[in-house]
């Protein structure tokens, strides 16, 4: 109620006009969970930045809806507007909720592992091409899309180009454990200590369920 109260003053001073001013009223409605509103206030907009189409893939996001989420990645590009590492993390994460969505991953799901993973290599082309792969969210978030697509290789050939931050090596012990390979957990976690690379906790924890993993087979 009071973002509605503040973005009609907005309105009546002409200040909706203003970039920043609109982006803040389509936060605050991104932030309360209200896309309808956000979706009419950027439409409303006289121009669109990339802070713009980052607010509103990060409201499309707070709600899942991670289809909505990468058709306006892919809109803003067609607008010609590069992707910032914001937009790009989270159009990453975007692409993780449909893998979430859609699990156990399979031919019969809503999407493929082959489709949802062909989006992953088109957003890993634009971390690459954008400057962005060297982020270690961004590529600790590309392993894990490559992990929960079952794609181990693709998920080493980029932990192998990672700043091998201990973030790092927990993304690529999970995708070990994930896609039923414990062992390689487990010696990914001897190489860590070999490397000198302390072990916080989460990577404690998904060794631990590596170990339990072997056991049960």
Known sequence: DIGHALHADAMKKNFTSKCFVGNTILSTYCKCRNIRDAEDIFSELSQHDVVSWSVLMSGYLEVGQGTKTLQLYSWMQKQGISPDDRTLMFALQACCCLIDENEPLNEDSKLSVKSIL????????????????????????????????????????????????????????SVYVECNQGIYALFLYLQMQEEQVYPDQLTFTIVIRACSSIVDK
Not at 151 to 165: D, G, I, P, Q, Y
């Open 118 to 173: 062909e989006i992953g290599h088109a957003l890993h082309a634009d971390a690459v091409r954008s400057g962005f792969a060297s982020n270690v969210f961004v590529e600790n978030t590309i392993l894990g899309i490559y992990g929960k697509c079952r794609s181990v290789l693709e998920a080493e050939n980029v932990f192998s180009r990672t700043s091998k931050h201990v973030v790092s090596w927990n993304a690529m012990l």
